[in-house]
């Protein structure tokens, strides 16, 4: 048996990848990249949000989007729309979970 088919590892499969956006109300009038990573480095992006219990939410056409950007940049006006969606799902998604805590 080949050795990445009993790894479960797809070759053909798109390399993981993870972006992290950050938002500072006063520092920044968009998001930012804050971080992003291929394979391992996304995997640890999202180890580290994880431990952090920072919201993580999946979209590989965003991530593809936002994967162009360096690091540190304002994401485009053409992505406000999509990241506004995410952004207000998880502080809809934090207020419940501080609500029953």
């Not at 088919?5 to 390399?15: E, F, L, N, T």
């Not at 590989?60 to 006006?77: D, N």
């Amino acid at each position: 048996m080949d050795e990445d088919k009993r790894k479960g590892i797809d070759k053909k499969a798109k390399p993981k990848k993870a972006v992290a956006l950050g938002y500072g109300k006063i520092t920044a009038s968009a998001p930012k990249v804050l971080a992003k990573g291929e394979r391992l480095t996304a995997e640890r992006i999202l180890e580290i949000a994880r431990e952090m219990d920072i919201a993580i939410h999946e979209d590989e056409r965003l991530a593809e989007a936002l994967f162009s950007l360096e690091v540190g940049e304002e994401i485009p006006e053409k992505l406000y729309r999509a990241v506004a969606t995410i952004l207000a799902y998880i502080y809809r998604k934090d207020g419940t979970k501080q609500k029953e805590n």
